[in-house]
């Protein structure tokens, strides 16, 4: 049986392509696959068999034309890079959805199109299960700013390690009046104070940490480089972040933070006088002080990570889905609740979508039937239909590496 590659985009040829920095070649290509041509006329341009996804050759046209029309007019829908690049102040974007829809891949390819159009970016993961390593295909782990390699403009990345970063919250917290101070409250006698440490139940917090802790403490870590003069040349950070349900409750917890650490520093105060007379005895003040300070560091952080959520003239959370019912549904939700903490959200990518065929196997044709019904699931929610659509389609390999990653961006961020 004769075989030939669905999709009507292939990254092996871009790959190729962009290898010999044949941009024009690349435009044309792209230009062929967004006027709708089949697979049969991208191989005669890159004259280049494909070899990932293949299907049964079967030429039957579309039965309804209509679905090509609707996903033709989903593809016209530009994200408006134009407004997103043209200031030079400073502007995070924030990229999140359900797991596996394409998040890191929507942001590391934005990080590369902002670098490319003169701005200093930083692509920032904030997902314990990173994979801008991976989508990259650099080492990009160690917890600080590693330079992406591959561009000639400057962009870091950041994978945030929340093991460390908690450990680092964990020692200030005890050092400062968490578990570390009660033991040693008790042992000075004074009970009752201790007692008031246990309402806070910082132990607790600190060795269960609920869910999205790790997220807020990586944020409060980002400002941290983002603040320091050292890095002000920078004026796009873009995050790629953990999916929907962490980063949601990621966006409660400034605020519970701020609450705790505040409620810290208060007892924190409260005994200072009776840790006076100790400190002159034991001589630790100096490391109290410290942890102190950066506890205070962390609850302004956090004051600031709050505010940052909700600018909209600094701050915009762009939802990435996939035109399925249960993506779909969930970005529903996670509009929802980013409306309801008042976080600015203007643009949602809707990603590998079926690029149109000329010709249609049974597989794509039910592929893309499942596809319409997400896609109009979209245009008639009264949410998400007011949001700036962005279509991406669905390209058949893997999206790996700083030249792929430059053509998704060209692709979704026009
Ligand atoms: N438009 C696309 N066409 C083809 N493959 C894609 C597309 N977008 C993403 N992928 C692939 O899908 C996989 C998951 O993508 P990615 O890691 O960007 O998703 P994610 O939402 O960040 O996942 P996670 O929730 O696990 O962090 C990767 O292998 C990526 O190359």
Avoid at 374 to 394: F, V
Wanted: charged share 20%; glycine share 6%; aromatic share 6%.
């Amino acid at each position: 049986m004769a075989y030939r590659c669905f999709s009507s985009v292939s990254l092996v040829s871009i790959r190729r392509l962009s290898a010999t920095n044949s941009s024009m070649a690349m435009a044309a290509v792209f230009h062929r696959i967004s006027k709708g041509q089949n697979c049969t006329s991208l191989c005669t341009i890159t004259n280049r068999r494909f070899n990932s996804i293949s299907c049964p050759i079967n030429t039957k046209p579309f039965k309804n034309p209509i679905q090509v029309r609707s996903l033709a007019a989903l593809s016209e829908a530009a994200a408006g890079f134009d407004e997103m690049v043209s200031s030079t102040q400073r502007k995070y974007y924030m990229l999140g959805g359900k797991g596996g829809v394409g998040k890191t891949s929507c942001a590391a390819s934005l990080a590369v199109k902002f670098a490319n159009h003169g701005h200093p970016t930083i692509v920032v993961s904030t997902d314990p299960a990173h994979s801008l390593s991976d989508s990259f295909a650099q080492d990009l782990s160690g917890g600080t700013l590693v330079p992406v390699e591959g561009l000639d403009s400057p962009l870091f990345a950041l994978e945030i390690n929340p093991e460390i970063s908690r450990e680092e919250f964990r020692t200030a917290s005890q050092k400062s009046g968490g578990s570390g101070v009660k033991d040693f409250m008790d042992s000075m006698g004074l009970g009752m104070l201790a007692d008031q440490l246990g309402e806070l139940k910082l132990g607790e917090l600190l060795d269960t940490p609920p869910p999205g802790m790790d997220e807020a403490i990586a944020i409060s870590k980002v400002m941290q480089f983002v603040e320091s003069p050292e890095y002000s040349m920078f004026t796009r950070i873009v995050f790629d972040t953990a999916p929907t349900g962490h980063t949601l409750r990621l966006l409660s917890l400034p605020d519970f933070l701020d609450a705790s650490i505040g409620k810290m520093m208060k007892l924190k105060k409260k005994l200072a006088s009776a840790t006076s007379a100790i400190k002159s005895v034991f001589g630790k003040e100096e490391t109290r002080q410290d942890a102190s300070d950066k506890l205070e560091q962390l609850r302004e952080r956090m004051a600031k990570v709050r505010d940052l959520f909700h600018n909209s003239n600094t701050t915009e959370f762009v939802i990435v889905t996939i035109p399925t019912v249960m993506a779909v549904s969930e970005s529903t939700r996670l509009l929802a609740s980013l409306k309801k903490e008042h976080v600015p959200v203007q643009r949602l990518v809707v990603n590998q979508v079926l690029p149109p065929s000329a010709s249609e196997c049974k597989f794509c044709e039910m592929k893309r039937k499942d596809q319409m019904r997400g896609l109009n699931m979209i245009q008639n929610d009264p949410e998400l239909s007011r949001l700036r659509l962005i279509q991406a389609p669905l390209v058949d390999v893997e999206i790996r590496g700083v030249p792929a990653l430059k053509f998704m961006g060209d692709m979704v961020w026009r």
